[in-house]
Nanobody
Framework: EVQLVESGGGSVQAGGSLKLSCQAS????????IGWFRQAPGKDREGVAV????????????YYADSVKGRFTISQDSDTRLIYLQMNSLQPEDTAMYYC???????????????????WGQGTQVTVSS
């Protein structure tokens, strides 16, 4: 079982920054996907940024939605099992509930297919005003 707890959400004005954190605990797989999805009211949950961590950290791939490339950065502290999402140049369209998610799926999945993720946090709200 894997537990994920998000923190760091809040309200900012357009152009501002926030850093989200996800604390992972439990039976982390040897190789896994872990990262961030978001869901705005009335919209589907979408992938934002995800890491694929290979066996014994032999591989570390990052994936980003086109809408956040160049503005958001995902990172991991493997010692503390914290996953971060640094969000810069935030825009009102970034307003959403942000969820941390994890998957033990093998490498090669469609990274933003939410059906491949079997562990989810409770979410943290990000609100960007214009």
């Amino acid at each position: 079982e894997v537990q994920l707890v998000e923190s760091g959400g809040g309200s900012v004005q357009a152009g501002g920054s926030l850093k989200l954190s996800c604390q992972a605990s439990g039976d982390i797989y040897n190789a896994y996907y872990i990262g961030w999805f978001r869901q705005a009211p009335g919209k589907d949950r979408e992938g934002v940024a995800v890491l694929y961590v290979g066996f014994w950290r032999s591989r570390l791939d990052s994936y980003y939605a086109d809408s956040v490339k160049g503005r958001f950065t995902i990172s991991q502290d493997s010692d503390t099992r914290l996953i971060y999402l640094q969000m810069n140049s935030l825009q009102p369209e970034d307003t959403a509930m942000y969820y941390c998610a994890a998957s033990g799926a093998r490498a090669g999945i469609i990274w933003d297919d939410r059906n491949k993720y079997n562990y989810w946090g409770q979410g943290t709200q990000v609100t960007v005003s214009s």
